[in-house]
């Protein structure tokens, strides 16, 4: 999953939404000297990619793009999966989505010295053009698909897969939303124990 399902999923615990969204910044065991609630994100986020990564509906959406993206197509899925839960907010909070994201900003900013490196240089850009509010329309997901397709030296061709989310968009959006009920549950489960531990 991308950035704003990893933030949702860690149900609102300040530490843990840290260590959840910026947990790909970090290399195999290197997360041990932050605070606990910062690491149990980084296990979190781990066990949500390896949920997603083994989970059928998940690999429908990316078999779909696989002809024309390769292994790029998981990536793609996860923004597209990220432009659904933005765009059906409402079905999933009861607090506007301009107002969530400003408050993860604003958590960021507060824990600006906490964040690993590879994330201090990436949230001014974050912030200052809004991506999670931006998810939420398909202009917002082009720009994001560009910005990945530049970083991949235009190799992937990602900046083309707003073409198949536009061609395919009731069939992608439809399996966001089985998977996403069935992430939800099995996230919930693992903060759950997370936080008993």
């Known amino acids: 999953m991308n950035f704003l399902a990893h933030i949702y999923l ?6 843990i939404t840290l260590g959840n969204f910026f ?23 781990r066990a949500i990619d ?10 429908q959406s990316s078999k779909r793009l696989h002809k024309n ?15 659904f ?4 907010w409402p079905d999933y909070s009861k607090v506007h989505l301009k107002d969530y994201v400003e408050k ?4 960021l900013e507060d824990n600006y010295g906490l964040l690993p490196l ?4 990436m949230v001014p850009y974050m912030i200052s053009n809004n991506w999670l509010y931006s998810y939420a329309s398909l202009d917002g997901i082009s720009k994001v698909l560009d910005g990945m397709n530049r970083r ?10 707003i073409l198949d989310l536009e061609e395919h968009y009731g069939a992608f959006e439809n399996e966001f939303k089985l998977f996403f009920e069935e992430l939800i549950t099995f996230s919930r489960h693992k903060f759950n124990s997370l936080c008993e531990d």
């Open 85 to 88: 839960l933005a765009k059906n």
């Open 69 to 83: 993206y390769s292994h790029y197509s998981r990536v793609i899925v996860d923004i597209y999966y990220d432009h």
């Open 104 to 107: 993860f900003y604003d958590l």
């Open 118 to 121: 590879a994330t201090q240089r």
């Open 152 to 161: 991949t030296n235009n190799k992937s061709k990602m900046n083309f897969a």
């Open 23 to 45: 947990a790909d910044h970090i290399r195999g065991n290197k997360y041990k000297h932050f605070p606990e609630g910062i690491q149990k994100g980084v296990i979190l986020h």
């Open 50 to 59: 390896t949920f997603t990564d083994s989970h059928p509906i998940a690999k």
């Open 10 to 15: 860690s149900f609102d615990d300040p530490q």
